[in-house]
């Protein structure tokens, strides 16, 4: 499903088998899931949206719906597969997607009014990841929002998954372990919120006077 680029990250590579994995993960709610993520960050008419490794491009197209036709939602991801497979099906005129690693992101200053991240932050080099930080800061406006999410099960989802998958895997990718960096990075008003879908969501704001 990932091929492991050491400089890069851990890439998508098999489109159709990710898709078939949230569906079971998110036990078909993840369209619920996007809803939220596009509330919480607070995306509406008119803005630039960036979803940063959007893979499948699901979240793109959510925040395309909110930003509507005089708004800009804008997937990027070092996926030369994910990349093309979403040139080729989503054609919306207010709907981008380039190529790039968050940590070197191919995106003017301030371009954006709203940035998101979702189940990525751990498929980055973990030397790269303040950079990709860095990076989320520049390319949003001052006053912007950044959303950052990861996998975060209840505790019955935990018990039935332990054995399976030998161990707690999800403390490795609990989303508050970024809380130190995006603070030291300049972000501000950080919350942290537990969504009902399997999942923990991190915001902060980039501060109106920068
Ligand atoms: C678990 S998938 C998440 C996809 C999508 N964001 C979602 O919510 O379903 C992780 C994604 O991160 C991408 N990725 C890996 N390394 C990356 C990097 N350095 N910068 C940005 N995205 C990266 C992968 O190609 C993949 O699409």
């Known amino acids: 499903m990932f091929v492991d680029d050491s400089d890069t990250g851990l890439v998508i590579a098999g489109l159709r088998r990710y898709n078939l994995f949230t569906a079971a993960f998110f036990l078909g709610r993840q369209r619920s899931l996007h809803a939220e993520f596009v509330r919480t960050v607070g995306a509406?008419?008119?803005q630039r949206a960036l979803d940063i490794g959007?893979?499948?491009?699901?979240?793109?197209?959510?925040?395309?719906?909110?930003?509507?036709?005089?708004?800009?939602?804008?997937?990027?991801?070092p996926s030369e597969i994910a990349i093309a497979?979403?040139?080729?099906r989503d054609l919306a005129p207010n709907h981008r997607y380039?190529?790039?690693p968050a940590q070197d992101l191919p995106f003017a200053d301030?371009?954006?009014?709203?940035?998101?991240?979702?189940?990525?932050m751990h498929h980055i080099p973990a030397a790269a990841r303040s950079a990709a930080l860095g990076e989320m800061w520049r390319v949003?406006?001052?006053?912007?929002t950044l959303l950052l999410a990861d996998a975060s099960p209840g505790p019955?989802?935990?018990?039935?998954?332990?054995?399976?998958?030998?161990?707690?895997?999800?403390?490795?990718?609990?989303?508050?372990?970024?809380?130190?960096?995006?603070?030291?990075?300049?972000?501000?008003?950080?919350?942290?919120?537990?969504?009902?879908y399997q999942t923990g969501i991190l915001t902060a704001a980039k501060p109106a006077s920068v």
């Open 44 to 46: 509406g008419p008119g």
């Open 98 to 100: 380039e190529r790039g």
């Open 54 to 77: 959007c893979g499948p491009g699901k979240l793109v197209r959510a925040l395309g719906t909110a930003v509507g036709e005089r708004g800009a939602a804008v997937g990027v991801d």
């Open 156 to 196: 019955v989802m935990r018990r039935v998954l332990r054995p399976l998958l030998g161990g707690d895997p999800f403390a490795e990718v609990d989303i508050r372990r970024y809380t130190d960096g995006v603070k030291a990075t300049g972000f501000t008003g950080l919350e942290y919120r537990q969504s009902r």
């Open 140 to 144: 949003l406006r001052p006053g912007g």
């Open 110 to 120: 301030a371009e954006f009014d709203v940035v998101t991240c979702t189940f990525v």
């Open 85 to 88: 497979d979403n040139r080729r």
